[in-house]
């Protein structure tokens, strides 16, 4: 059962870091950091805080952040959580760059490209003292820093709608299945969930 429950979570995990570096369209950037309005009341999680990146140039290469890079701060570690998508700007960049499409072709076939002027990464700083009164310290501190566009808690969200099964437009569901999905019909092989409440599935989607 816990080896079930773990490949559930690595399938949502893209799903969920697509859904993060997609909503940052939204952003009103400026030339500097956005300043954000956060109270202790709201819900998010005491010990870590997301930081969205300034734009960086993928043909200089994306830096590697350690602790070490914010010695601002007490933190356990830091993770980049869009990852997998710099590696695709970075393959996206240098097909432009020289016309070689061949290892993307099924992304450009599949309209499946990164949008590459909006792009920016999001860092996860996790903190080593939890407080909510940390978080907020933690966020003012980052706003201060000239390569982070705007910093904010980790919220806390709950489940706001189902969506409706039918129809499923499977054939067009292009992150499940495919080599640029996360193959749920291989995890349905093992398991659907049907007749056990132990297994928990969420989904994140954004609509434009």
């Known amino acids: 059962m816990k080896k079930i429950k ?15 570096s997609q909503c ?3 952003i009103q950037e400026t030339s500097g950091t956005v300043h954000r309005s956060i109270v202790a009341e709201n819900n998010f999680a005491d010990n870590s805080v997301l930081v969205v990146l300034q734009k960086e140039d993928p043909k200089s290469g994306f830096r590697t952040y350690t602790t ?13 959580i869009t990852a997998c998508m710099t590696e695709l700007v970075i393959k996206q960049t240098i ?5 070689d499409w061949k290892e ?7 309209a499946m490209l990164m949008n590459i002027e909006e792009f920016r990464r ?10 909510v009164e940390n978080v907020l310290d933690a966020i003012r501190k980052l706003e201060r820093r000239g390569d982070v566009l705007f910093a904010e808690p980790d919220n806390v969200l709950y489940l706001d709608a189902i969506p409706n099964p039918t129809p499923t437009y499977y054939t ?3 992150g499940l299945h495919g080599n640029a999905g996360i193959r749920a019909p291989e995890a349905w092989d093992i398991t659907t969930g049907l007749g056990n409440s132990a297994v928990k599935v ?4 954004l609509i434009n």
């Open 6 to 20: 773990t490949i559930v979570i690595i399938f949502l995990l893209p799903i969920t870091i697509f859904c993060l």
């Open 24 to 26: 940052l369209h939204d």
């Open 68 to 80: 070490e890079d914010f010695s601002e701060l007490s933190l356990n570690k830091v993770l980049d």
């Open 95 to 99: 097909a432009e760059r020289t016309g």
């Open 104 to 110: 993307l072709k099924e992304y450009k076939e599949n």
């Open 122 to 131: 999001i860092l996860y700083l996790e903190l080593k003292e939890k407080s």
């Open 172 to 174: 067009h569901q292009w």
């Open 202 to 205: 969420g989904v994140i989607d």
